[in-house]
């Protein structure tokens, strides 16, 4: 691990085999208890809470004064690991120095240490307070490994990273809830997905890409599932369909699951949860309406599941499930149709524990085909020419998805609200901090 010129360790690398050896910590003070001949600090930082003991005789009466700071004080202290098998992590620290770094000018807006529980949104209007405690700490470290884990998921299998742009000059998916920007002399708006252009990379012969990039929607939600900047975890890959897309799709799920746990026992400890690694399913849109239907949750062909749907098939089929051929006619434009049935499409959505995070297709290559689609759900086809004209210059056959990165994170952390999951969530109501 590496340490500035502040640090010589951090709290999760001591132990007490550097008995006797000389340490410096940087963090925050998490708490201070002085009980007269003993002043114990604790020292927090992003890996841990290590404890330091000031006793009267062992260190000076300047020093163990210097101890009792105020909470959340930024400190850094040096001092002599002392091996003891009664503390809870079987050592302690005597401090030789302790350095203020920046004395608090202020006062806290709720307490970081979790005692006194803070109304969600009081926690987002001091963010950087909030990352401070450890459940969001647990939270942004297992969001990493889900990260980490796509990321190595997809370059073991021969995909290429790519980027592509967030400010486009039409909808991306045909649909008006779109954040427009002026873009000098024009309107543009930001992109509702990094669908087209990925498309766009497959037909210019890049047969396998993913990307990880934020998603701006400007839906009027006010749900606990909804942001309009969301992260979106996408891949696409030419000479494939809907099947060969739907392996990887289940593929990765189970293995960010995975590696989150294999890799984070003690955040899911700090969130109070114990993960399972569940087996993905597969179950087609009809038998999984015929399923709601028996179980007295009534809807038609062509209907969308629900919340109430979606926690109702995870009772059924369990955490993970794929539902496969949802109707046509309810699909992004260029879902391709099934070539037995084209009344339903080769497209698909993965449920995670009673949740939709992802969603994709095999989509449409033929241009005839897709101008046809794009004029049934009453698009102009002349809108999206540029798109239309690439399938014309040679575009194999190709599929994709994306899966939303705090709906999973909300899913896999057991959180109730998505922004929790979002480190500076930006929702209906809120665009700072």
């Not at 509702?192 to 009027?220: C, H, N, W």
Request: proline fraction near 5%; charged fraction near 25%; aromatic fraction near 10%.
């Amino acid at each position: 691990m590496f340490h500035s010129s502040y640090r010589t360790h951090y709290v999760s690398e001591l132990s007490s085999e550097l008995d006797g050896k000389e340490v410096t910590l940087c963090g925050w003070v998490h708490e201070v208890r002085n009980v007269g001949k003993i002043v114990f600090m604790l020292l927090r930082d992003s890996t841990g809470v290590a404890q330091i003991i000031g006793k009267d005789g062992a260190v000076s009466q300047e020093l163990m004064k210097s101890m009792d700071l105020p909470k959340e004080s930024v400190v850094c202290v040096k001092g002599i690991v002392k091996a003891n098998p009664e503390s809870k992590k079987g050592f302690e620290i005597s401090p030789t120095e302790i350095k203020n770094l920046n004395p608090l000018s202020s006062t806290m807006p709720f307490e970081v240490t979790g005692k006194v529980p803070a109304d969600l949104d009081v926690r987002l209007d001091y963010r950087y307070i909030d990352l401070r405690t450890s459940k969001s700490n647990a939270i942004f470290k297992i969001q990493s490994t889900i990260l980490d884990s796509f990321r190595n998921f997809f370059v073991a299998r021969g995909f290429q990273e790519v980027r592509t742009p967030n400010i486009v000059g039409e909808a991306t998916e045909g649909g008006a809830d779109l954040f427009s920007i002026d873009y000098f002399e024009r309107k543009a708006y930001l992109a509702q997905s990094p669908q087209l252009y990925k498309q766009l990379a497959v037909i210019g012969g890049i047969d396998k890409v993913f990307m990880i990039t934020p998603v701006f929607r400007a839906e009027k939600f006010n749900t606990p599932v909804h942001l309009n900047e969301s992260t979106q975890m996408d891949i696409e890959m030419g000479f494939a369909d809907h099947r060969d897309a739907i392996k990887l799709l289940k593929s990765v799920a189970v293995a960010m699951i995975k590696n989150a746990i294999a890799k984070n026992g003690g955040q899911f400890e700090t969130l109070g949860i114990e993960p399972a690694v569940p087996k993905a399913k597969e179950v087609t849109y009809s038998q999984a309406l015929k399923k709601l239907n028996d179980n007295g949750l009534k809807m038609e062909f062509g209907d969308d599941f629900s919340r109430e749907h979606e926690q109702e098939l995870a009772k059924v089929y369990g955490d993970l499930i794929v539902v496969k051929f949802y109707p046509t006619k309810v699909r992004a434009f260029y879902s391709m149709p099934n070539e037995k049935n084209p009344e339903v499409s080769n497209s698909y959505d993965l449920l995670y524990k009673g949740l939709e995070v992802s969603s994709g297709a095999q989509r449409i290559h033929l241009p005839d085909l897709l101008v046809e689609a794009i004029g049934k759900r009453g698009l102009n086809p002349e809108n999206f020419k540029f798109y239309i004209d690439a399938f014309k210059r040679g575009a194999p056959p190709h599929a994709g998805w994306s899966i939303g990165l705090e709906r999973f994170t909300m899913k896999l952390t057991g959180q109730d609200n998505i922004r929790d999951c979002s480190m500076f969530p930006r929702d209906r109501n809120r665009i700072a901090p």
